[in-house]
């Protein structure tokens, strides 16, 4: 079988065990699901300055992202093959985005 890897030796046509093991320990420990961006994060703001201030304006993000879902849902009733990339309610929270 054929080794997917990130490096591989000049003239080889495949990666290495080492590097294809390398890969998929990398693909697994980053493959998995995070917090998606529409679910309610007010358990962050506790204890906060503003609390309220932040809750609320979290409360209205989520809501703008709502209707930035019911936009995608509409747009893919009309695609072939239809794109949930951009859909909030799939899009997880993360630093590396």
Known sequence: PDLAGLAWKEGEAFARPQQ????????????????????????????????????????KFRASLGSVSEEVKARNKKRATPNWRADPRFVEVSVAV
């Open 20 to 59: 294809a093991f390398m890969t998929s320990t990398v693909a697994g420990a980053t493959a998995t699901p995070r917090p998606k961006l529409l679910q309610n994060f007010d358990h962050v703001f506790k204890g906060m300055p503003r609390e309220a201030d932040a809750i609320k304006l979290w409360a």
